[in-house]
Structures are given as structure tokens and as C-alpha cells.
């Protein structure tokens, strides 16, 4: 049986840019393994100078970089190419509330769903424009 919890991080996720292009069955794969996890207003998410160890999804909420909003998806650099996160990010001021993907989880999915790496591709492009 799949819970609640697990259908509402479905429906999160499939909001959601390079997860927009995949099918139910592996959006319930992946929300099977996302991690929701919330942090206050001002709150440190990823301290700059850092590589991030998983792929954080805001769904509620938002986080900040740099004084600049950060995709609703993020940091794929990081996790995808081993960039160190250029500032800190930091939780919005209504806070953030993500669903974080471990990096194992990302590179399990990329590998058996091509249309998230090309959904991540256009998220790093977009990110460098």
C-alpha cells in the first residue's frame, strides 16, 4: 500500500522541472526515497564552498543564493559535477520545505530514467543564463 505521505511527495515532485518529464511509476520510485526535511526562515541549507550530497526540491517555500532566488530544484552543478556551491543557501524568508534526494538516489534515477537528465540539463543551463 503507498501512504499519504509518499503520494503528496509524488505530486511535489512531478511540480517540479526535470521531474516533470516522467512517468507515475518512476515518480513513485523517486518519492519513495526523497527525505522531506524543513528549515526555518534564514536557516542554512547549503553553506557555501561545499559540495552538495544531494539534489533538494522546494516544493514549499524557497531558498536563497547569493541574494538571488534558487531554482526550484537545486544544486544539480554540485551534485552532478562536484562544484563547490558558490555562496551559501539559505531558507527564504517563509522558509523552505524540500524534498532532498540522496546523491546515490540521483545517479540510480539518471541512470534508469534518461528523461531526468535531460530535465537537469535544461535545469544547469537554465541556472547559467
Known sequence: MIGVDVVQRLFALRAAGPFQRLEDAELLLI?????PRTFAA???VIPAGTIAEALFVAPVGGA???GVAAPGVFDAPGL???????ADYIAGPEGLEALVIAKPHVFTIARECPEFVVGLRDLVG????
Not at 552532478?80 to 558558490?86: D, E, I, K, M, T
Not at 537554465?126 to 543564463?129: H, V
Open 31 to 35: 518519492a519513495r526515497h526523497a527525505r
Open 42 to 44: 534564514g536557516k542554512l
Open 64 to 66: 536563497y543564493v547569493d
Open 80 to 86: 552532478l559535477f562536484g562544484l563547490a556551491a558558490r
Open 126 to 129: 537554465q541556472a547559467a543564463s
